[in-house]
């Protein structure tokens, strides 16, 4: 079979049916095979692969092949020193089963000791009648076909440094972005742009239950720094909700959901690499009040223009001595530039500061810059300058023809 092979173009987190994953090593061509490292130095890396909701999906189905590890960062697919984790067969994989901080194993493998800079991941090609790659939109029940148009390289190339010694094992996971990963095309079509970094596979974050009475209006919680989504995920069918694997630091907690206002926890910290902060439990699960709701559309163009690059447009509000949050985030569709934020709330968001006291007191009036029904919009791509319109107002009326020009 001829492997659909695809380069990430960003950047930048309910187990699924067992499969048989074989690991073996394997060098390229180009140069002769190095010799062999005795197996008693010999260190291990195991890798897992990991998921954020996507937005407007109830699947999205990558199948993957192999993964391939290399020492340099700027190995080229033929050049010699590549190892292989093979997974035989192939194995399709439902990313949306895997949020939650859920786990899907993509094998593990041998390895010279030394420092490692390169993972490629490498996916099977959408061939004859199977659809390797698809989605199933929401609402929809029919497979769609998930392009891949960086099909002819050697796979989603990840650059990401780590040491192997000698009788150790390392454990990496390969944190799937769906939400930012998956954009239209026009016409119906969607494309893969891969978003994906790679984390320690130790389990800490940020943990909570919401209410059950929301789950039907595709409730989103994430976790922000200066109101940049580092983790999102969608509660189990119980409400419980994990950000997973985060960095210690301070986190602003952001929960949002269809005709609701938001509600946001500010500065809910992670101390350490191994533990987790509760935000409420399911006796006192969190709930959210109701709002109108509205949305915003325009078009995204970028100059240069790219057939590869993708541009993001982001609500934002700012708690008046407090964070600034992104409320709602979409992908503009890669043809047309066109995007829509919808189910935008009117209402403000209500904020609870942080405690150890459970449960937590949301204030139900607050002052945010620029105001209930009021947003602050931000339009990036990589490689190309943020540009934002300071108020775009929806308490009234939608708002359309809210464009961005993104330059260099």
């Given at each position: 079979?001829?492997?659909?092979?695809?380069r990430?173009?960003?950047?930048?987190?309910?187990?699924?049916?067992?499969?048989?994953l074989?690991?073996?090593?394997?060098?390229?061509?180009?140069?002769?095979?190095?010799?062999?490292?005795?197996?008693?130095t010999?260190?291990?890396?195991?890798?897992?692969?990991?998921?954020?909701?996507?937005?407007?999906?109830?699947?999205?189905?990558?199948?993957?092949?192999?993964?391939?590890?290399?020492?340099?960062?700027?190995?080229?697919?033929?050049?010699?020193?590549?190892?292989?984790?093979?997974?035989?067969?192939?194995?399709?994989?439902?990313?949306?089963?895997?949020?939650?901080?859920?786990?899907?194993?993509?094998?593990?493998?041998?390895?010279?000791?030394?420092?490692?800079?390169?993972?490629?991941?490498?996916?099977?090609?959408?061939?004859?009648?199977g659809?390797?790659?698809s989605?199933?939109?929401?609402?929809?029940?029919?497979?769609?076909?998930l392009?891949?148009?960086?099909?002819t390289?050697?796979g989603?190339?990840?650059?990401n440094?780590?040491?192997?010694a000698?009788?150790?094992?390392?454990?990496?996971?390969?944190?799937?972005?769906?939400?930012?990963?998956?954009?239209?095309?026009?016409?119906?079509?969607?494309a893969?742009?891969?978003?994906?970094?790679?984390?320690?596979?130790?389990?800490?974050?940020?943990?909570?239950?919401?209410s059950?009475?929301?789950?039907?209006s595709?409730?989103m919680?994430?976790?922000?720094?200066?109101?940049?989504?580092v983790?999102?995920?969608?509660?189990?069918?119980?409400?419980e909700?994990?950000?997973?694997?985060?960095?210690?630091?301070?986190?602003?907690?952001?929960?949002?959901?269809?005709?609701?206002?938001?509600?946001?926890?500010?500065?809910?910290?992670?101390?350490?690499?191994?533990?987790?902060?509760?935000?409420?439990?399911?006796?006192?699960?969190?709930?959210?009040?109701?709002?109108?709701?509205?949305?915003?559309?325009?078009?995204?163009?970028?100059?240069?223009?790219?057939?590869?690059?993708?541009?993001?447009?982001?609500?934002?509000?700012?708690?008046?001595?407090?964070?600034?949050?992104?409320?709602?985030?979409?992908?503009?569709?890669?043809?047309?530039?066109?995007?829509?934020?919808?189910?935008?709330?009117?209402?403000?968001p209500?904020?609870?500061a942080?405690?150890?006291?459970?449960?937590?007191?949301?204030?139900?009036?607050?002052?945010?810059?620029?105001?209930a029904?009021?947003y602050?919009?931000?339009?990036?791509?990589?490689?190309?300058?943020?540009?934002?319109?300071?108020?775009?107002?929806?308490?009234?009326?939608?708002?359309?023809?809210v464009?961005?020009?993104?330059?260099?």
């Amino acid at each position: 079979m001829r492997k659909n092979v695809i380069r990430t173009g960003l950047l930048a987190t309910t187990a699924i049916a067992a499969a048989t994953l074989v690991a073996c090593g394997g060098g390229g061509g180009g140069g002769g095979t190095p010799a062999p490292t005795p197996t008693a130095t010999m260190g291990t890396l195991a890798v897992s692969m990991t998921d954020a909701p996507a937005c407007g999906f109830d699947a999205v189905n990558v199948t993957v092949n192999k993964v391939r590890v290399h020492q340099s960062s700027t190995a080229g697919d033929t050049d010699a020193g590549w190892t292989d984790i093979t997974l035989s067969p192939a194995k399709k994989i439902n990313l949306l089963n895997l949020t939650n901080g859920v786990l899907e194993s993509l094998g593990q493998t041998s390895l010279a000791p030394g420092k490692y800079t390169q993972l490629r991941l490498v996916l099977d090609a959408n061939t004859g009648t199977g659809l390797a790659n698809s989605v199933i939109p929401t609402g929809s029940t029919a497979e769609q076909t998930l392009e891949t148009p960086s099909g002819t390289q050697s796979g989603i190339k990840l650059v990401n440094e780590f040491d192997i010694a000698a009788g150790q094992k390392v454990d990496l996971v390969l944190d799937f972005d769906a939400c930012k990963s998956v954009l239209t095309r026009g016409n119906g079509k969607y494309a893969l742009k891969p978003v994906i970094k790679v984390v320690p596979a130790a389990a800490n974050g940020i943990s909570g239950f919401v209410s059950t009475a929301l789950l039907p209006s595709r409730v989103m919680v994430s976790a922000q720094q200066n109101g940049v989504i580092v983790s999102s995920t969608a509660p189990t069918s119980t409400g419980e909700f994990f950000l997973s694997r985060l960095a210690p630091g301070n986190y602003d907690v952001v929960i949002t959901a269809d005709d609701r206002a938001a509600s946001v926890i500010g500065a809910v910290p992670v101390a350490s690499t191994t533990s987790t902060t509760a935000l409420s439990t399911s006796a006192a699960p969190i709930a959210l009040a109701a709002s109108a709701s509205g949305s915003i559309s325009g078009a995204v163009t970028l100059a240069p223009a790219s057939s590869t690059e993708a541009a993001f447009v982001a609500a934002k509000q700012t708690f008046a001595a407090g964070p600034t949050v992104t409320i709602k985030y979409q992908g503009a569709d890669l043809a047309s530039g066109a995007y829509t934020l919808a189910k935008l709330p009117v209402a403000a968001p209500q904020y609870a500061a942080y405690g150890a006291t459970l449960p937590l007191v949301f204030a139900q009036s607050l002052t945010t810059v620029p105001g209930a029904g009021k947003y602050k919009l931000d339009a990036s791509a990589t490689g190309y300058a943020v540009k934002s319109i300071a108020v775009v107002d929806i308490a009234t009326a939608n708002q359309s023809n809210v464009n961005f020009a993104l330059a260099p």
